[in-house]
């Protein structure tokens, strides 16, 4: 099993910039990929980035492309996303999840953690 804990989370105006972290435990030596997700009110959950635990191979969804990026320090468990240029439509949860495979869908991803409260304001 695996354990994933984000953090980072907050208020920022549009514009800004913010960094999330996610600390995996457990059985790391067990992850393929981790990804981030978001959800915002009303809205599905939908895939932001994912990045393979051992190799750093990337993948983004549109929308985030040239302002996020999804990265890893191989000596931690941690993964971050640097959220740049953030929009006010960027407002969501943010989840971060851990795949047998490099894949966008979320149910591919077998561990979640809790979720971090992401709010741009206009």
Do not use: H
């Not at 804990?5 to 981790?34: D, H, N, P």
């Not at 047998?100 to 709010?119: A, C, L, M």
């Amino acid at each position: 099993q695996v354990q994933l804990v984000e953090s980072g989370g907050g208020l920022v105006q549009a514009g800004g910039s913010l960094r999330l972290s996610c600390v995996a435990s457990g059985r790391t030596s067990s992850i393929y990929a981790l990804g981030w997700f978001r959800q915002g009110p009303g809205k599905e959950r939908e895939f932001v980035a994912s990045i393979k635990w051992n190799g750093g191979n990337t993948n983004y969804v549109d929308f985030v492309k040239g302002r996020f990026t999804i990265s890893r320090l191989n000596a931690w468990n941690t993964v971050d996303l640097q959220m740049n240029d953030v929009k006010p439509e960027d407002t969501a949860v943010y989840y971060c999840a851990v795949a047998n495979s490099i894949t966008t869908r979320t149910t591919e991803y077998r561990y979640w953690g809790q979720g971090t409260q992401v709010t741009v304001s206009s």
